[in-house]
């Protein structure tokens, strides 16, 4: 008796055991798998918001300087009228500011910050246009990174082309406000700065993340906090600035 139960206990699983059991660890493991799959996706978008707002950062800083280098040089356009080299509305700023050249020495340059779209269905960019500055030329605002080549009293100065270079990808809109002092004094924000004879006391800038859709994301403040500088005229003197 004894031996006959011990010989049916030792026959092992049967077949319908061994499916069920071969069925529970296959839940178990898409189980783990999903779970897997779902930590890793987290992880790599983490990574990607950290990696894009280090980018944003980098480059918030690098603009930052750019405008805190704004020269106050009073420049002729073609119409021979005298105004600072800056012009701007909310959506461009064109003016001259200082940048490394080779041998780290820093020269003067146009700059141009713009959104551009890219081509090809791709996201919109911040684009930084630049060329050499040249003292005496006249300006074409509409075209102020195009050189005339004319100078004071007809002179004929040297081309010089832009050169353009992408600051940041995936951008919707760029905003921009320039602070204004009126003759009583008080402060006024300004949606353009054409034809003044100073700088501006603070330049307001904000770019706004492209969405799925192509327009503005939500999170601007992560994206790229509201930056505001003065330029080098006004930055240990003068006004009392907001």
């Not at 030792?10 to 930590?39: N, P």
């Not at 003016?95 to 020495?105: C, E, K, N, S, W």
């Not at 040249?134 to 100065?157: C, F, K, M, R, V």
Request: proline share 5%.
């Amino acid at each position: 008796m004894n031996t006959r139960a011990c010989g049916r206990h030792s026959q092992g699983f049967t077949l319908v055991e061994l499916l069920i059991a071969l069925l529970l660890t296959g839940l178990v493991a898409m189980l783990v798998f999903g779970a897997f799959r779902i930590a890793t996706g987290s992880w790599e978008r983490v990574i990607r918001q950290q990696e894009r707002a280090h980018e944003s950062y980098l480059v918030q800083s690098f603009v930052r300087r750019l405008l805190e280098q704004a020269q106050p040089l009073s420049v002729r356009d073609i119409e021979t009228r005298l105004s600072v080299a800056m012009q701007g509305d909310e959506q461009q700023l064109t003016f001259v500011t200082q940048l490394p050249a080779r041998r780290g020495l820093a020269q003067l340059y146009w700059c141009q910050l713009r959104v551009a779209d890219s081509g090809n269905g791709q996201p919109r960019q911040l684009i930084m246009a630049t060329r050499a500055y040249t003292e005496g030329e006249a300006i074409d605002w509409q075209n102020p990174l195009e050189s005339t080549g004319e100078g004071l009293n007809g002179a004929q100065l040297p081309l010089a082309g832009p050169e353009e270079r992408v600051l940041l990808q995936g951008v919707a809109a760029l905003e921009l406000e320039y602070l204004y002092y009126d003759d009583e004094g008080g402060p006024q924000w300004r949606r353009e700065w054409n034809n003044e004879s100073v700088l501006p006391y603070l330049v307001r800038l904000r770019v706004l993340p492209e969405g799925a859709d192509g327009l503005a994301g939500e999170s601007v403040t992560a994206f790229w906090p509201q930056l505001t500088v003065s330029p080098s005229e006004y930055r240990y003197g003068g006004k009392t600035l907001l």
